[in-house]
């Protein structure tokens, strides 16, 4: 029979294994390992834990139609000194003294995001590296963005920001899997279930982006973020990724003035051909790339996808392309959705609600 441990206490971080100070016991039982790596039975003499490889639980089993899967990022890790990684170009600041920081998690192409940990309470962040000699800083900005938005489902708290003579370091709420990552996960295949549930969010948080007055002008799979696994949250899409935000509204509230002759800002691929074509983008943009995003979904790829080198042909792919073949095999309803956002004019106000019900008929 197996000595009882002394003093087992559960750990406050990874919540899934216990510790001692002599002794480690993984959470299932199944293993009882002192410093030594010794069975503990065999070795009564040491003193003290230092470091212990963390060792994933068992795979957590969901049911078939529940939509995120648990990420790798989120087994029991548990952000040791030893697991701390440096951030290029960060020695020490304000950001570093209060969280260590583990492996990288995302890469956009303006920052890399890492997991990191507070060193007082062991909360689990998400740390946004951007360096400062790339070509658009836009990092201090996002984060004013964000703080500026009240809180609301879907909007990931941000904490702080900090900077050396290198990098901007952004620390915000960590949460799960992307849609593109999900997507993939998923071996490229959602069920009209699940297209619904995501659309549906998505149009959610893009109104209450608009109703604060702001575009995100980068609508894409990769800029919808799940919720922490674990959390009550994890079925909640987040938007993120405000780097590239703008104001629709001015602070007399009124709208911004169409323009024409605009370099196209976003995702060549999910942009409204308005974009495309120089026009200031407004709400009608977001709300169409949500609708192309969705069909990018359904079929697992765009028409133009495959001439990104060619900004022209990508136009013109775009603009030739008939929408019964942009729709092609999904639903009647998105050619109801696309020749409702490209009716819409410029500074109209899109009915979200309509949109939604669009696609709860589906
Ligand atoms: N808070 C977070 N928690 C977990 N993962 C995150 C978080 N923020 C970002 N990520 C991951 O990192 C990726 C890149 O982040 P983000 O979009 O903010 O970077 P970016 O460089 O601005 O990207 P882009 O190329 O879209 O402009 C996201 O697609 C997502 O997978
Ligand atoms: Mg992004």
Redesign the pocket.
Known sequence: MATPLPRLKKDRVAGTFYRTTKYVRWWDGEELRCEHKLDVKKCGDCLGLKTVAPRLPPPIQLPPTVTPIL?N?WPALIITPSTTTVIPGVKTNSVTSKYRVSHK?????????Y?GASTESNER??I?V?EMNCKVP??QY?YEVYSRIPPAIGV?RVYSIAKNSKVHLMV???????L??QYNKLNRVFTLEQIKDIGSQMLSRVEYLHSQGILHR?I?P??F?YG?PHGEHAKTL?L??L??SKRWQTSDHKHIPYREGKSPVG?QRYMSLNIHLGHEPSRRDDVESVGLVLLYFIHGMLPWQGLKNDKDKVIEKHASTPLDVLCGKAPVQFVEYISYCRALKFESKPDYAYLRRLLERI
């Open positions: 990420s990022h998690i995302g890469r956009g192409s303006f920052g890399t995001v997991l962040v998400a946004k951007e836009q990092l996002e990931p915000m709420e960590l949460l799960g899997d992307d593109e990552t980068d894409k990769d800029n973020v922490s987040y993120i990724d780097g590239l995702t």
